[in-house]
């Protein structure tokens, strides 16, 4: 351990991530990044990143073949005996002897690292869930994927203290798993984003936002028949798109702006998202695959409402008719109808805004969600 200018030691962690330290790229790049942040605030870090893990290229294409050609299940060679060994050795390469616990990133990729410390996991969600949410159980081979469930059950059980960034992800992991321990605490996360000081809306602007890496994957086209169906009823309506490129038809439309991506590590970029979000009337994430995502909270701290499916971690996120809508269907239909019925009413919209702001800050900083990891770190790390 060293000393702080306090007199105290501080413990020495190793941060294992296979992710870039930049706050740009996305949600989990943000996550990533915050959370390193957080712990440096309390801790003697050391960055042990990007560890990115590699796939043994035959394997890959056996795989792939199997699945796309012959209609066989495959391998899920990402997490391959090969490659989970191969990360084993290259993060027991990394941690010095002096290092007095390890905090890793996520879990299934690491799953096969055997600490002699102690060790923490940081996550969204297991494999498991995510497996899931993303593939079709069919195009794989039933054995491997057990292999790897089984693997990191072990490893999170091991873990000194285990944080998840939503209830829900932490339920499915204990419901997939059978996790018993009780070391398993929602931490939740905040947004890439400083909250502003107030809610600076101007009252006059309609203007809807979506903002996501994949448009389709997030809603996008339910998104463009619900702006098709609203415009001819309100014209003053205007829909930015911030992040992955939209479909042309979109582009074409009146009212669209297509912003690209806005990386927060660029000032001027940084500064047209804050000004995009200060005047945005409704956060729109009709999402078919995800988990917390940070847009939302990020539109929060800015008074903007979203409305989204209710479904994953997001209710978490949004409570219902209080600080944003949550739709049981994701239809162009539903979402036209309720994005409609707040333009219409103004007094229920502007509680919205109160509403969402004041969850988005009360619950969803990263100061709280360090002080959470931190605190229970330091429980535990001599032990």
């Known amino acids: 351990m060293t000393a702080n200018p306090s007199g105290k030691q501080q413990p020495r962690l190793g941060y294992v991530t296979d992710l870039a330290r930049t706050p740009a790229g996305g949600g989990s790049y943000a996550v990533n990044w915050h959370g390193y942040e957080e712990l440096s ?8 990143g990007p560890i990115v893990p590699r796939r043994p290229i035959l394997q890959d294409i056996i795989s792939k073949f199997n699945r796309y050609f012959l209609k066989r299940p495959g391998r899920f060679v990402y997490f391959s005996e090969a490659t989970l060994n191969s990360n084993a050795r290259t993060v027991e390469s990394h941690i010095e002897n002096d290092i007095d616990g390890i905090v890793f990133r996520s879990a299934a990729r690491w ?13 969204d969600a297991v494999f498991h869930t995510f497996f899931y949410n993303t593939f079709d159980e069919s195009e794989f081979v039933r054995s491997d994927l057990e292999r790897i469930f089984e693997e990191e059950a072990q490893f999170l059980e091991g873990a000194a203290a285990v944080f998840f960034e939503s209830s829900w992800g932490m339920q499915k992991a204990r419901e997939a798993y059978s996790l018993k321990g009780a070391h ?4 939740g996360r905040g947004g890439v984003v400083s909250p502003p000081e107030k809610d600076s809306w101007d009252g006059q602007s309609y203007n809807l936002v979506t903002m996501a ?3 389709s994957q997030k809603g996008g086209e339910v998104v463009l028949e619900a702006y098709r169906i609203l ?16 479909t042309p038809e979109c582009k074409q439309l009146e009212g669209v702006i297509y912003e690209g991506f806005l990386n927060p590590d660029n000032q001027r ?10 005047n945005a009337f409704l956060l729109l994430h009709p999402t078919r695959e995800d988990v917390s995502p940070l847009v939302i909270t990020e539109a929060g701290y800015f008074g903007c409402p979203a409305i989204s499916i209710n479904a994953f971690g997001i209710p978490e996120l949004v409570t219902h008719g209080v600080t944003g809508i949550l739709l049981n269907s994701a239809t162009a239909h539903e979402l036209a109808t309720s994005v409609a019925e707040l333009l219409e009413n103004e007094q229920r919209y502007r509680g919205m805004r109160v509403n969402a702001r004041e969850k988005a800050l009360s619950r969803f900083r990263w100061d709280k969600v360090g002080a959470l990891m931190c605190d229970r770190i330091s429980l535990t790390i001599g032990e």
């Open 269 to 278: 970029q940084r500064s047209r998202l804050e000004t995009i979000l200060q």
């Open 111 to 123: 799953c096969r690292v055997k600490p002699k410390i102690p060790y923490y996991v940081y996550l």
């Open 231 to 246: 415009k001819a009823r309100f014209p003053s309506l205007m829909w930015h798109i911030i992040g992955g490129e939209p």
């Open 213 to 215: 890496m994949n448009f």
């Open 184 to 187: 398993y605490l929602n931490v």
């Open 41 to 48: 605030r309390c801790f003697n870090m050391r960055y042990y």
